[in-house]
């Protein structure tokens, strides 16, 4: 019995360490959530880009184009800017995946994590901003506890990404063997 009750303390424990309030965390997690609708857009615009560069080189795929970089490259074809963008779209894809895991741990934490996400969801994720408004009428709250809610998912957000993602991928990467071997 007292083996049961210890486990349930520390979950509790863990429950209640997850909603404090840490300061940084939430802002930083709020700058983050604030610019990811525009990167999502950008990420889709730059892939459209290279597209049409794709189809402008003879192919209508992008890993025929890769295949042209590596291979067929045309003297007249900026090599380092095509590769420096899919470079860095690589990079923000990464971002935007780490910040989708977020989401779903966010989605299925245990108290009020549906709800959480909703309201992240709908401020900040979906491509088309709901109001104010429109969130309260379909979440079916209070504005008060809207705000209070808010306020709550963005610092979960946040400490699922600096407390639990961010540093599994720190870890993983510490620990990956990422020397390329040619021989």
Not at 7 to 14: R, V, Y
Request: proline share 1%; net charge negative.
């Amino acid at each position: 019995m007292k083996k049961t009750e210890s486990t349930i303390e520390k979950l509790n424990g863990l429950i209640a360490r997850d909603k404090e309030f840490d300061k940084q965390k939430y802002h930083n997690a709020k700058l983050l959530l604030k610019i990811y609708r525009d990167v999502v857009w950008r990420v889709e615009d730059a892939l459209c880009e290279l597209d049409n560069q794709a189809y402008q080189f003879g192919g209508r795929r992008i890993s025929e184009l890769i295949d042209y970089l590596a291979f067929d490259f045309d003297e007249g074809v900026d090599k380092n800017k095509i590769e420096a963008k899919l470079t860095n779209m690589s990079e923000t894809k990464c971002i935007i995946d780490i910040i989708d895991k977020a989401l779903i741990r966010l989605k299925n934490y245990p108290n009020n994590g549906e709800l959480y996400y909703e309201i992240i969801s709908k401020q900040y994720i979906l491509k088309y901003r709901y109001t104010e408004s429109e969130i309260l009428d379909t979440i079916n709250i209070e504005r008060t506890m809207f705000y209070r809610r808010k306020k709550e998912a963005i610092n979960l957000i946040g400490v699922i990404l600096w407390g639990y993602i961010l540093p599994q991928l720190q870890e993983y990467w510490s620990n990956a063997d990422l020397s390329l071997d040619f021989a």
